[in-house]
């Protein structure tokens, strides 16, 4: 008896279509109220000496400037797919117009000279900040570099230091201006991501210990940086000299007591404080808002923190979550660094507060960076359906 064989039976799967998630509010809500926060305490640092120019608000329109085109930086950056910045060559274009812009700014003549340092290119009347693009540029490389690496990063000498050659170089370019605090905050955020990445502790102590140790070389190799380090022990004491600024900024914590002195009402705006705009913007919460403003500030940086690293982990793939982990620290690391100068656990130097200080450069390569952070977090654990 012939047996009939029939066709074998096909199975049609299912077509799968991703869905995104939707931007992770609570990193929006933190943005928002950073923005806001920093346009107010902006505004009480400027409008007394901005209203000698004709305009009281001129600060805050200009910082509104940053702002707006920040937006639209990171409205382009969120839609972007996060693994675009992966791409070699993106990653070499990034690092490579970061060494030119370092380089032209240290050139005399061509850098913008205020206060011994050039860390300023003009560009049609418009002032930008290489270093800023360099925070970024570092920050996709290490991402980058540290997915290929995967486990080698355990080795000290044939996974970490090789990574560590090009924020090496771009330390020592930003050093050139000279910016330590930058140029450190640059490579604090590498150290992160090397552990983040699988680096074994002891390495990193190790490396750490040499980098304390070179550091405490450099303040202490140039008079005036030993100064200012000698300075931030005792600041009353050289209130005539290095310790001014930052006399005058406990001064304002004082005057600020509990609760402040109310908005507007502070007085070391009134020329006491130099630079309360920009390096010493925390200050100004201080007198104004006291210490519940500056817990509150403090509170929204944690935050901001916290939403960044909870979408670094959530991703799935290294190379989004070392680029999430990544931009969350250099950010954070920098606001926590310029509040620990402003109150005086750190010795004096130039860094700007995000999102506060005034600054175009700043601020909107900050929200383009915040852009690719919320395309992580649309993408990061994404279901299949």
Not at 109 to 118: A, L, T
Request: some cysteine; overall charge positive.
């Amino acid at each position: 008896m012939l047996q009939s064989t029939g066709a074998p039976k096909t199975t049609i799967s299912p077509i799968r279509r991703t869905k995104l998630n939707p931007v992770d509010g609570t990193l929006v809500a933190v943005l928002i109220m950073l923005l806001l926060a920093g346009l107010l305490i902006l505004f009480s640092a400027t409008y007394y000496t901005a209203q000698d120019r004709g305009d009281p608000l001129s600060e805050v329109k200009k910082q509104l400037v940053g702002i707006a085109l920040g937006a639209v930086a990171m409205a382009v950056t969120s839609r972007i797919p996060y693994r675009f910045w992966r791409d070699t060559w993106v990653v070499v274009g990034a690092l490579a117009a970061s060494a030119v812009l370092l380089v032209l700014v240290i050139i005399p003549g061509v850098g913008v000279y205020i206060n011994g340092s050039r860390r300023w290119l003009s560009l049609g009347g418009l002032s930008f900040q290489p270093s800023e693009l360099a925070k970024l540029a570092v920050v996709l490389y290490m991402a980058t570099t540290l997915t290929y690496r995967g486990q080698r990063i355990r080795s000290l000498i044939y996974g970490i230091v090789p990574v560590l050659l090009v924020p090496g170089v771009v330390f020592l370019l930003i050093l050139q201006q000279p910016n330590l605090s930058t140029a450190g905050s640059i490579l604090i955020t590498s150290f992160v991501m090397i552990l983040i990445a699988g680096a074994q502790w002891r390495h990193l102590l190790l490396m750490l210990a040499g980098g304390l140790a070179v550091g405490g070389f450099y303040a202490w190799s140039a008079p005036y940086r030993r100064e200012r380090l000698l300075s931030f022990t005792d600041p009353f004491a050289k209130m005539s000299d290095e310790g001014y600024q930052l006399a005058q900024s406990l001064i304002a914590f004082g005057s600020g007591g509990l609760f402040g002195m109310g908005l507007g009402m502070g007085r070391q705006k009134y020329a006491y404080l130099p630079y309360p705009e920009s390096d010493f913007i925390f200050a100004i919460v201080g007198e104004d808002f006291g210490l519940a403003g500056c817990v509150a500030v403090i509170a929204l940086f944690v935050a901001f923190m916290l939403c960044g690293m909870r979408i670094a982990m959530r991703c799935r793939d290294k190379f989004g979550a070392l680029l999430a982990a990544g931009i969350t620290c250099s950010i954070t690391v920098q606001a926590f660094l310029n509040m620990g100068v402003v109150v005086g656990l750190l010795p004096t130097t130039g860094l700007p507060l995000p999102f506060f200080s005034a600054g175009g450069t700043s601020i909107s390569i900050t929200m383009a960076a915040v852009g690719i952070l919320m395309n992580i977090s649309r993408t990061a654990g994404r279901m299949e359906t």
